[in-house]
């Protein structure tokens, strides 16, 4: 039962072009999501979270959209970057800061110069 | 600041033979601590979590156990591995809402 989907295993974007990562949720309890990068033999990191109260963060090239209706978020990275390249884990949570996060199965972008 | 140390770093292991991989946090004291893993098109699975020494919680059951004998180690083990206990292995701990993940073991069983 996957609470989290990345239904995309891959996205290829050419560099300085947007790249859109899009994760769905089932679990309407989920109030908190984040997006980690993750290189190949390294740990995910994280790089940027949304909270359910708001529907858009920005943090320079990546902002993160929510729309709770259609239990939906995506990632846009403008603009790309061939060292974005890489596997992009959406995340959720629900309830208190120490609750476990579930994770997707993982998106690999791949930004080519 | 808080660090978490992997190790080893790969590892190649026979089929049946035992498993230890530990995992040690600096700069903190009674973190919870989590084990996942990260297995072909299986995402980020958590595997085992624990708030405190001696105190674990297992989320899936499998073929794999976890000790926290110490506040700042957590060890996951298994005593016969399968070829199926493959995987990327992460380490994390929680900060402000979110997971910080040490750099993982690479465990290849053959």
């Known amino acids: 039962d996957q609470q989290v989907k990345q239904n995309s295993p891959s996205l290829s974007v050419q560099e300085g072009r947007i790249s859109i990562l899009n994760c769905d949720y089932t679990n309407s309890m989920f109030d908190y999501f984040l997006w980690y990068k993750k290189y190949p033999a390294e740990g995910p990191t994280f790089l940027i979270s949304i909270s359910s109260i708001k529907d858009k963060n920005e943090d320079g090239r990546f902002t993160v959209f929510l729309n709770k209706s259609a239990k939906h978020l995506s990632l846009h990275i403008v603009p790309s970057q061939p060292g974005d390249s890489a596997v992009y884990f959406c995340a959720a949570r629900e309830g208190s800061g120490y609750s476990t996060l579930t994770f997707g199965k993982g998106t690999m972008l791949l930004v080519s110069p | ?110």
Do not use: M
Request: net charge positive; hydrophobic share 35%; glycine share 10%.
């Open chain 2, 1 to 110: 600041s808080q660090t978490i140390h992997q190790w080893p770093a790969t590892l190649v292991q026979p089929v049946g033979s035992p498993l230890s991989l530990e995992c040690t946090v600096e700069g903190t004291s009674n973190p919870n601590l989590y084990w996942y893993r990260q297995a072909a098109g299986r995402g980020l699975q958590l595997l085992f979590y624990s708030v405190g020494i001696g105190q674990i919680s297992s989320e899936v059951p499998q073929n794999l156990s976890a000790s926290r004998p110490q506040d700042r180690q957590f060890i996951l083990s298994s005593k016969k591995l399968l070829l199926s206990d493959s995987g990327f292995y992460l380490c994390a701990l929680p900060r402000g809402g979110k997971a910080f993940f040490g750099q993982g073991t690479r465990l290849t069983v053959v």
